[in-house]
């Protein structure tokens, strides 16, 4: 073999290599590495192992079918995965570079809520602009999302995040207020000088205790010594609209789900609880191809600044 084609014979099973060591990396498991590769799992084995001989290290502790990285595993994943991700998506960041955005998938995942009440007009906006580009949103949970994130079934996410994970990006770019909703003839609902204490003899309806919202009204009536009672857990802003109509109980929502149109009567409480932040959420190493580029730009156009701001200052 001549010395120019050893060369590129070399690059591309390197490429190959890394490409299978970063799938393993993902999945935490050879067998599903080879899977999603459309690969034997001893060929994926072999590569991983060539890649570990030729840079003289080990990249997995193996424990039976599970394995995990070592320490220099996790540095080579860092440096390894955008460039497999940027030799995968070559062919869309060319045409991308001459404004030809016109084919590929762009993965969107997010709770209900920013479904219904944030994105529509982002992904009205972005279906205009690139009408080859098919759109999936996940209906997720916020913990859903970031293992979607963190498996790449996701190209970026679009909520709220209380904790930021150090593996996630996540910039608000859109914040919106805490509302008391109660049924119009309800006490609270024209009662002057209103206290949060006040709160406390109604009983709320919330989501799930998981979720975001509990946590936040916790920490927030602790902090002036009070507590409130639940009467009732109901999943999603829509559903909790609903009952409150009904004379279930009352609720304190983020103003996001509010369109004006609800027969209900609405009380800020901003000088209680802080305003509830939403924004895009991506994996921190991520390669981002040109159809999560092009949909980031316009949900938040300060974004990219934002991002390589950070970059310098790290």
Not at 84 to 106: K, P, S, T, Y
Request: proline content about 6%; some cysteine; charged content about 20%.
């Amino acid at each position: 073999m001549s010395g120019k084609s050893g060369q590129l014979y070399y690059k591309q099973n390197h490429l190959k290599q890394l490409r299978a060591f970063c799938m393993a990396a993902k999945t935490g498991s050879v067998s599903q590495a080879a899977e999603a590769l459309f690969q034997s799992q001893p060929t994926v084995t072999l590569q991983i192992q060539a890649l570990e001989r030729e840079m003289e290290i080990t990249l997995f502790e193996r424990r039976g079918p599970k394995i995990s990285l070592t320490p220099e595993g996790m540095v080579l994943l860092q440096i390894a995965q955008p460039l497999v991700d940027g030799i995968e998506g070559l062919e869309d960041n060319f045409h991308a570079h001459f404004g030809r955005l016109d084919h590929g998938q762009l993965n969107i995942a997010a709770g209900e809520s920013t479904i219904l009440y944030i994105l529509p007009k982002f992904i009205k906006r972005f279906s205009a602009a690139y009408p080859g580009i098919q759109l999936k949103l996940h209906n997720v949970t916020g913990r859903d999302g970031m293992s979607m994130l963190r498996a790449d079934k996701a190209d970026l996410a679009v909520g709220s995040m209380l904790d930021v994970p150090d593996d996630i990006i996540y910039r608000p770019s859109m914040a919106y207020s805490p509302v008391l909703i109660t049924p119009p003839d309800h006490p609270l609902a024209t009662k002057k000088n209103l206290i949060l204490k006040d709160i406390c003899a109604y009983g709320l309806i919330l989501p799930p205790r998981h979720l975001a919202t509990w946590r936040m009204l916790e920490l927030v009536f602790s902090q002036h010594g009070l507590k409130f009672k639940v009467s009732l857990e109901a999943g999603g802003w829509e559903i909790i609209k609903k009952y409150v109509a009904l004379e279930m109980g009352i609720s304190i929502v983020s103003g996001v789900c509010l369109t004006g149109d609800e027969l209900l009567a609405a009380r800020p409480l901003d000088a209680y609880i802080p305003k509830r932040s939403y924004g895009v959420v991506v994996r921190r190493g991520k390669f981002l191809n040109p159809q999560t580029k092009a949909f980031i730009d316009m949900a938040d156009p300060v974004f990219f600044t934002r991002h390589l701001h950070e970059t310098d200052q790290s």
